[in-house]
């Protein structure tokens, strides 16, 4: 059993930042990826970024290439999205997720475990 739990979401303003933390716990392996995704109101949950606990190269969503930056300090279980120059479009919660064959995969249904989602608003 995975548990990841988010945290760091909130409101900015168009142009600011936020970070966001995944804190694993649980059966967490090194061999597993991490993504994190984000989902608007009626809209389909979006892949935004994943790492690998090794050394993998991290895959980014076209949208957010250049903005956020995906990171990982092993030693604490902790997933980050640093999240600069956001955009009011990047309003949605966001969820972490891991996957046990680390695919770094845009399909959410190829992660097994889910965080609860934490919410983010960027306003104009």
């Known amino acids: 059993q995975v548990q990841l739990v988010e945290s760091g979401g909130g409101l900015a303003q168009a142009g600011g930042s936020l970070r966001l933390s995944c804190a694993a716990s649980g059966r967490i392996l090194r061999t597993y990826g991490m993504g994190w995704f984000r989902q608007a109101p009626g809209k389909e949950r979006e892949f935004v970024a994943a790492i690998s606990w090794s050394g993998s190269t991290p895959v980014y969503v076209d949208s957010v290439k250049g903005r956020f930056t995906i990171s990982r300090i092993n030693v604490k279980n902790t997933v980050y999205l640093q999240m600069n120059s956001l955009k009011p479009e990047d309003t949605a919660v966001y969820y972490c997720?891991?996957?046990?064959?680390?695919?770094?995969?845009?399909?959410?249904?190829?992660?097994?475990?889910w965080g609860q989602g934490t919410q983010v608003t960027v306003s104009s």
């Open positions: 997720a891991a996957d046990r064959q680390a695919r770094l995969s845009e399909n959410t249904y190829e992660y097994e475990f």
